[in-house]
Protein backbone atom coordinates (compact mmCIF):
# COMPACT_ATOMS: atom_id res chain seq x y z
CA UNK A 1 0.00 0.00 0.00
CA UNK A 2 1.41 3.16 -1.23
CA UNK A 3 1.40 6.40 1.26
CA UNK A 4 -1.80 8.42 1.50
CA UNK A 5 0.48 11.77 2.48
CA UNK A 6 -0.71 13.94 -0.16
CA UNK A 7 -0.31 17.78 -0.86
CA UNK A 8 -4.34 17.45 -0.54
CA UNK A 9 -3.92 16.44 3.01
CA UNK A 10 -1.01 18.45 4.00
CA UNK A 11 -2.89 21.63 2.76
CA UNK A 12 -5.58 20.48 4.83
CA UNK A 13 -3.71 20.45 8.27
CA UNK A 14 -2.06 23.62 7.66
CA UNK A 15 -5.86 25.35 7.04
CA UNK A 16 -7.06 23.41 10.60
CA UNK A 17 -4.14 24.70 12.00
CA UNK A 18 -4.77 27.85 11.19
CA UNK A 19 -2.05 28.89 9.01
CA UNK A 20 -3.50 30.00 5.66
CA UNK A 21 -0.37 31.63 4.32
CA UNK A 22 1.46 29.22 1.95
CA UNK A 23 1.88 28.86 -1.81
CA UNK A 24 1.66 24.70 -2.92
CA UNK A 25 2.99 23.93 -6.42
CA UNK A 26 4.46 20.92 -8.58
CA UNK A 27 7.65 19.72 -9.06
CA UNK A 28 9.16 18.49 -11.84
CA UNK A 29 10.08 14.69 -11.81
CA UNK A 30 8.48 14.27 -8.55
CA UNK A 31 5.04 12.45 -7.60
CA UNK A 32 3.77 15.25 -5.61
CA UNK A 33 4.49 18.27 -5.27
CA UNK A 34 6.39 21.02 -2.37
CA UNK A 35 4.58 23.91 -0.16
CA UNK A 36 6.17 26.89 0.67
CA UNK A 37 5.46 28.77 3.23
CA UNK A 38 7.04 30.85 6.54
CA UNK A 39 6.48 33.13 9.76
CA UNK A 40 7.35 35.56 11.69
CA UNK A 41 7.10 35.93 15.68
CA UNK A 42 5.96 39.73 15.38
CA UNK A 43 5.79 42.35 13.00
CA UNK A 44 9.22 43.85 13.84
CA UNK A 45 10.65 39.98 14.33
CA UNK A 46 12.73 38.55 11.25
CA UNK A 47 10.71 36.07 9.56
CA UNK A 48 11.41 32.48 8.29
CA UNK A 49 10.44 30.68 5.19
CA UNK A 50 9.24 26.72 5.52
CA UNK A 51 9.17 24.01 2.91
CA UNK A 52 6.81 21.32 3.58
CA UNK A 53 8.17 18.56 1.19
CA UNK A 54 5.89 15.34 0.75
CA UNK A 55 9.18 13.28 -0.36
CA UNK A 56 6.95 10.19 -1.22
CA UNK A 57 9.35 8.48 -3.68
CA UNK A 58 12.29 8.63 -0.39
CA UNK A 59 8.98 7.91 1.70
CA UNK A 60 9.90 10.75 3.87
CA UNK A 61 7.70 13.83 4.64
CA UNK A 62 10.29 16.75 5.60
CA UNK A 63 9.52 19.94 7.55
CA UNK A 64 12.66 21.97 6.61
CA UNK A 65 13.31 26.12 7.35
CA UNK A 66 16.83 26.89 5.31
CA UNK A 67 19.01 29.71 5.80
CA UNK A 68 18.11 30.06 8.67
CA UNK A 69 21.78 32.11 9.05
CA UNK A 70 24.63 32.25 6.71
CA UNK A 71 28.22 31.66 7.92
CA UNK A 72 30.28 31.20 5.04
CA UNK A 73 33.58 29.29 5.57
CA UNK A 74 35.90 32.15 3.69
CA UNK A 75 34.39 35.03 5.44
CA UNK A 76 33.48 33.78 9.05
CA UNK A 77 36.31 34.15 11.06
CA UNK A 78 37.58 30.39 12.03
CA UNK A 79 37.32 30.50 15.71
CA UNK A 80 33.12 32.02 15.17
CA UNK A 81 32.56 29.12 12.94
CA UNK A 82 33.68 26.61 15.47
CA UNK A 83 31.67 27.75 18.38
CA UNK A 84 28.71 28.03 16.04
CA UNK A 85 29.24 23.99 15.02
CA UNK A 86 29.79 23.00 18.97
CA UNK A 87 26.39 25.02 19.40
CA UNK A 88 24.82 23.56 17.13
CA UNK A 89 25.77 19.97 17.88
CA UNK A 90 24.90 20.54 21.22
CA UNK A 91 21.52 21.31 20.37
CA UNK A 92 21.28 18.52 17.99
CA UNK A 93 22.35 16.60 20.81
CA UNK A 94 19.97 17.27 23.70
CA UNK A 95 16.84 17.45 21.01
CA UNK A 96 14.70 14.66 20.07
CA UNK A 97 13.28 15.24 17.32
CA UNK A 98 14.59 17.62 14.05
CA UNK A 99 18.50 18.93 13.99
CA UNK A 100 20.49 21.88 12.72
CA UNK A 101 22.74 21.12 10.11
CA UNK A 102 25.13 23.32 8.51
CA UNK A 103 26.23 23.16 4.30
CA UNK A 104 29.97 23.51 3.80
CA UNK A 105 29.88 24.32 0.50
CA UNK A 106 28.03 27.97 0.89
CA UNK A 107 27.36 28.07 4.49
CA UNK A 108 23.77 27.39 4.94
CA UNK A 109 22.60 26.73 8.34
CA UNK A 110 18.92 25.44 8.08
CA UNK A 111 16.80 23.22 10.75
CA UNK A 112 14.81 20.22 9.62
CA UNK A 113 12.18 17.48 10.79
CA UNK A 114 12.15 14.40 8.57
CA UNK A 115 9.88 11.75 9.31
CA UNK A 116 8.98 8.47 7.74
CA UNK A 117 5.90 7.98 6.03
CA UNK A 118 6.15 4.08 4.31
CA UNK A 119 2.98 2.75 3.68
CA UNK A 120 1.00 4.56 6.05
CA UNK A 121 -1.22 7.85 7.51
CA UNK A 122 -0.25 10.87 8.71
CA UNK A 123 -2.83 11.97 11.20
CA UNK A 124 -3.03 15.71 11.81
CA UNK A 125 -1.71 15.06 15.58
CA UNK A 126 2.00 13.77 13.75
CA UNK A 127 1.71 16.69 11.32
CA UNK A 128 0.69 19.41 14.53
CA UNK A 129 3.74 17.74 16.04
CA UNK A 130 6.19 18.11 13.46
CA UNK A 131 5.25 21.60 12.83
CA UNK A 132 5.31 22.66 16.08
CA UNK A 133 8.54 21.54 17.01
CA UNK A 134 9.90 23.16 13.90
CA UNK A 135 8.87 26.39 15.04
CA UNK A 136 9.85 25.64 18.40
CA UNK A 137 13.54 25.13 17.88
CA UNK A 138 13.63 27.49 15.26
CA UNK A 139 12.91 30.63 17.37
CA UNK A 140 14.25 29.22 20.75
CA UNK A 141 17.69 28.76 19.28
CA UNK A 142 18.35 30.75 15.63
CA UNK A 143 18.70 34.08 17.94
CA UNK A 144 21.60 32.54 19.52
CA UNK A 145 23.57 30.72 16.82
CA UNK A 146 23.45 34.19 14.94
CA UNK A 147 24.62 35.68 18.03
CA UNK A 148 27.88 33.55 18.06
CA UNK A 149 28.12 34.04 14.09
CA UNK A 150 28.29 37.90 15.21
CA UNK A 151 30.71 37.25 17.67
CA UNK A 152 28.41 38.65 20.64
CA UNK A 153 28.75 35.26 22.65
CA UNK A 154 31.14 32.04 22.44
CA UNK A 155 30.36 28.70 22.13
CA UNK A 156 31.43 28.36 26.09
CA UNK A 157 28.98 31.04 27.20
CA UNK A 158 26.14 29.17 25.20
CA UNK A 159 26.92 26.19 26.49
CA UNK A 160 27.11 27.36 30.49
CA UNK A 161 23.63 29.20 29.57
CA UNK A 162 21.91 25.98 28.57
CA UNK A 163 23.18 24.00 31.52
CA UNK A 164 22.33 26.66 34.07
CA UNK A 165 18.75 26.40 33.31
CA UNK A 166 19.05 22.73 33.47
CA UNK A 167 21.24 22.98 36.79
CA UNK A 168 18.58 25.19 38.22
CA UNK A 169 15.62 23.25 37.70
CA UNK A 170 17.20 20.28 39.05
CA UNK A 171 18.23 22.49 42.24
CA UNK A 172 14.17 23.04 42.05
CA UNK A 173 13.16 19.34 42.04
CA UNK A 174 15.40 18.41 44.32
CA UNK A 175 14.20 21.13 47.36
CA UNK A 176 10.59 20.08 46.25
CA UNK A 177 11.18 16.23 46.51
CA UNK A 178 13.02 17.12 50.27
CA UNK A 179 10.09 19.18 51.41
CA UNK A 180 7.54 16.21 50.01
CA UNK A 181 9.77 13.59 52.42
CA UNK A 182 9.69 16.24 55.01
CA UNK A 183 5.76 16.78 54.85
CA UNK A 184 5.59 12.76 54.83
CA UNK A 185 7.68 11.68 57.19
CA UNK A 186 6.02 14.54 59.68
CA UNK A 187 2.78 13.17 58.59
CA UNK A 188 3.63 9.50 59.85
CA UNK A 189 4.89 10.63 63.35
CA UNK A 190 1.61 12.42 63.59
CA UNK A 191 -0.16 9.35 62.70
CA UNK A 192 1.63 6.67 64.91
CA UNK A 193 1.38 9.68 67.97
CA UNK A 194 -2.25 9.70 67.21
CA UNK A 195 -2.38 5.89 67.54
CA UNK A 196 -0.14 5.45 70.62
CA UNK A 197 2.57 3.86 69.06
CA UNK A 198 6.06 5.47 70.26
CA UNK A 199 7.71 8.03 67.58
CA UNK A 200 10.32 7.14 65.76
CA UNK A 201 14.06 7.79 66.79
CA UNK A 202 16.35 9.48 64.46
CA UNK A 203 18.75 7.92 62.65
Not at 99 to 125: C, H, Q, T, W
Not at 178 to 183: D, G, N, T
Request: contains cysteine.
Amino acid sequence: MATRVTLELLKGYLERFGWSRYKAVDEPFEKEGIIYTGWRSSEEAEGYNMVIDPMVEKNCLSFRVPKVLVAPRDTTPTEQLADLLVAMGFINYRIILGKFAYDPRDGEVRFSVDMPIDENDLSYEQFQHCLGVTLKMVEEYAPKLKAIVAGEKTAQQFLEEELRGEAEVAAALGQALRELLERLDQELRRRRQAEGEEPLEEV
